[in-house]
């Protein structure tokens, strides 16, 4: 079982920067894949950005050239910094972990408001 604990939300004004982190604990050998979804009120759940263990990224086209995704694997945590915000990305952001397309874990959750 892997455990996923986030920090890093809050309120940002538009243009503004926030970084996420995600640090994963126990059965992390069995995940080869971190990454974010996020949701907001009245939407769907959806893919943000993943990393692989080897490093490979991908990202929604909402959010290319603006959020980078990255991870160390010392520290067993995948890290999302966020720049030039806007309203829409407002949302709660959940960092998961899990082999390709198979989601093992959810973290908990974090509050993203990014105000116009």
């Known amino acids: 079982q892997v455990q996923l604990v986030e920090s890093g939300g809050g309120l940002v004004q538009a243009g503004g920067s926030l970084r996420l982190s995600c640090r994963a604990s126990?059965?992390?050998?069995?995940?080869?894949?971190m990454g974010w979804y996020r949701q907001a009120p009245g939407k769907q759940r959806e893919l943000v950005a993943s990393?692989?263990?080897?490093?490979?990224?991908n990202y929604a086209d909402s959010v290319k050239g603006r959020f980078t995704i990255s991870r160390d694997n010392a520290k067993n945590t995948v890290y999302l910094q966020m720049n030039s915000l806007k309203p829409e990305d407002t949302a709660v952001y959940y960092c998961?972990?899990?082999?390709?397309?198979?989601?093992?874990?959810w973290g908990q959750g974090t509050q993203v408001t990014v105000s116009s």
């Open positions: 998961y972990g899990g082999v390709g397309v198979v989601i093992f874990s």
């Open positions: 990393i692989t263990r080897g490093g490979s990224t």
């Open positions: 126990g059965s992390i050998f069995s995940i080869n894949a």
